[in-house]
T-cell receptor, first 114, second 111 residues
Framework: GENVEQHPSTLSVQEGDSAVIKCTYS??????FPWYKQELGKGPQLIID?????GEKKDQRIAVTLNKTAKHFSLHITETQPEDSAVYFCAASAGRAGNNDMRFGAGTRLTVKP | NAGVTQTPKFRILKIGQSMTLQCTQD?????MYWYRQDPGMGLKLIYYSVGAGITDKGEVPNGYNVSRSTTEDFPLRLELAAPSQTSVYFC??????????FGPGTRLLVL
């Protein structure tokens, strides 16, 4: 089955700097890669996703890149703000009906220092 | 829309006790999921459902049971609670594949 590894486990940046979180996956059939943000005491919320037919996707200060050959994808946050502080999870799925094959990384705790 | 709601928010159980974690969604989604989240770990799928009356096991189903009698509700039952079931439990729903919407979670402590 799918195995997703996420690095780093913790990341501390200064406000205004960029943050990059990387994930690798094992199942070559995976074609959907969402990123979730989890704030303290809340459930994960989808912030951006990418499908295998696209190499990069941007949404304001957030971007995700995908390298299918190398089986890795990354989250990039530019101009970080204190409210970006949270735990970020990557996930990978082959998009099968029922989506029971989605596997999550262990998470990255991002701290943005004012 | 309230989205996905879960009750209770927090519960302490004694070893051997049973309880039901409630999950309701008002988005008319067919797909619903139960995950557990242990410290420093990603989300692990316990059970999922593709529609009313249909449920199936995920990665870590032992010690749990589910039912899906309506589209809206997907309760998770713990029988004979064990310390290993101490975790945060998240319910999620999706309209087809892929994008899942999560509830706020239930924190369970088994002592």
């Amino acid at each position: 089955g799918e195995n997703v590894e996420q690095h780093p486990s913790t990341l501390s940046v200064q406000e205004g700097d960029s943050a990059v979180i990387k994930c690798t996956y094992s199942d070559s059939a995976s074609n959907y890669f969402p990123w979730y943000k989890q704030e303290l005491g809340k459930g994960p919320q989808l912030i951006i996703d990418i499908r295998s037919n696209v190499g990069e996707k941007k949404d304001q200060r957030i971007a995700v890149t995908l390298n299918k050959t190398a089986k890795h994808f990354s989250l990039h946050i530019t101009e970080t703000q204190p409210e970006d502080s949270a735990v970020y999870f990557c996930a990978a799925s082959a998009g099968r009906a029922g989506n029971n094959d989605m596997r999550f990384g262990a998470g990255t705790r991002l701290t943005v220092k004012p | 829309n309230a989205g996905v709601t879960q009750t209770p928010k927090f519960r302490i159980l004694k070893i051997g006790q049973s309880m039901t974690l409630q999950c309701t969604q008002d988005m008319n989604h067919n797909y619903m999921y139960w995950y557990r989240q242990d410290p420093g770990m990603g989300l692990k799928l316990i059970y999922y459902s593709v529609g009313a009356g249909i449920t199936d096991k995920g990665e870590v189903p032992n010690g749990y049971n589910v039912s899906r009698s309506t589209t809206e509700d997907f309760p998770l039952r713990l029988e004979l609670a064990a310390p290993s079931q101490t975790s945060v439990y998240f319910c999620a729903s999706a309209d087809y594949v892929e994008t899942q919407y999560f509830g706020p979670g239930t924190r369970l402590l088994v002592l």
